[in-house]
């Protein structure tokens, strides 16, 4: 069966620091991945999708950036954290971009201080 | 460029009573996903829907697509306080991923 990891679980930054946070997927080939993020009592703000290694989408011009050195793995980064970078981090995964189920992970809680 | 509105935001009801959430579309959808989110957790699949005029039910949930394919609805009859969560509406429409932004129920016991 299939599961998508994330860490870590919370993470408190710094403003100005960087990030890194790492989703996973097991049991499946050729994911497509999705970076979303969610604001506290918000809805769900779509940030990156990818079909394939090395191919990243942007949904929203910002100061994160994702990528796909791996078929299963999908990093996203920062390289100066802004207090507004603050929320609940969530990778999901679907078998193809347009139609399908999204199975989500646990999520990431980031808090920017 | 496409939207899918949900609404209400919010909505808080005595257990025991119904909920119903709506999800709608200026533009024709191919197809919508609704998902639950508990409190701390993650949005959860719960069911697709692809035909026009669709409806489905999974025992007290009733989950409906309209006949022009622009609107749907979750319906929760005689809710329970495990129904407490976030309902979102899914659509990929033409390769576009849109979220609406969420319905958050709270049920009072």
């Known amino acids: 069966s299939q599961t998508i990891h994330q860490w870590p679980a919370t993470l408190v930054q710094p403003v100005g620091s960087p990030l890194s946070l790492e989703c996973t997927v097991e049991?499946?080939?050729?994911?497509?991945l999705y970076w979303y993020r969610q604001a506290a009592g918000r809805g769900l703000q779509l940030l990156f999708y990818s079909v394939g290694i090395g191919q990243i989408s942007s949904e929203v011009p910002q100061n994160l950036s994702a990528s796909r050195p791996q078929d299963r793995q999908f990093i996203l980064s920062s390289k100066k954290l802004l207090l507004s970078d603050s929320g609940f981090y969530l990778c999901a995964w679907s078998v193809s971009p347009g139609a399908e189920t999204q199975y989500f992970g646990p999520g990431t809680r980031l808090l920017v201080l | 460029g496409q939207q899918v509105m949900q609404i209400p935001q919010y909505q808080h009801v005595q257990e025991g009573e119904d909920f119903t959430t709506y999800c709608n579309s200026s533009?024709?959808?191919?197809?919508i996903q609704w998902y639950k989110q508990r409190p701390g957790g993650h949005p959860v699949f719960l069911i697709q829907?692809?035909?026009?005029?669709e409806v489905k039910k999974q025992k007290r949930l009733t989950f409906q697509f309209g006949e022009a394919k622009k609107n749907s609805s979750l319906h929760i009859t005689a809710t329970q306080t495990t129904d407490v969560g976030t309902y979102f509406c899914?659509?990929?429409?033409?390769?576009?991923?849109?979220f609406g932004q969420g319905t958050t129920l709270q049920v009072k016991p």
């Open positions: 533009t024709t959808l191919s197809n």
């Open positions: 049991g499946t080939s050729n994911p497509n």
């Open positions: 829907l692809v035909k026009s005029g």
């Open positions: 899914w659509s990929g429409n033409t390769g576009k991923l849109i």
